[in-house]
């Protein structure tokens, strides 16, 4: 059994940082691509960034220049620092990977979700 364990969400103040964390944990033999992604209010859920396991970062046009991700790929976690956060960054942010559990077990799991709130 594999579960990604998110923390970190809260409330800040539009200009604000937060730094959110999501661990895999569980039967892991190895990890792929982790991402994370975001659900506004009302709105699909969308691509905030994704990394590989080689460390190669993709950005959604909304996160560049102000959200980081990364990862240790000793500890299974990834990281999403966000910075300079605006009232439309709120949102519950879910962590996603594409973990193996053996060699004919790859799949991909999903994080239950932290909530983001950013007042104005």
């Known amino acids: 059994q594999v579960q990604l364990v998110e923390s970190g969400g809260g409330l800040v103040q539009a200009g604000g940082s937060l730094r959110l964390s999501c661990a895999a944990s569980g039967s892991i033999v190895s990890i792929n691509d982790m991402g994370w992604y975001r659900q506004p209010p009302g709105k699909q859920r969308e691509l905030v960034a994704a990394?590989?396991?080689?460390?190669?970062?993709n950005y959604a046009d909304s996160a560049k220049g102000r959200f980081t991700i990364f990862r240790d790929n000793v500890k299974n976690t990834v990281y999403l620092q966000m910075n300079s956060l605006k009232p439309e960054d709120t949102a519950v942010y879910s962590c996603?990977?594409?973990?193996?559990?053996?060699?004919?077990?790859?799949?991909?799991?999903w994080g239950q979700g932290t909530q983001v709130t950013v007042s104005s």
């Open positions: 996603t990977a594409q973990i193996r559990r053996s060699n004919y077990d790859l799949a991909r799991y």
């Open positions: 990394i590989t396991r080689a460390g190669s970062t």
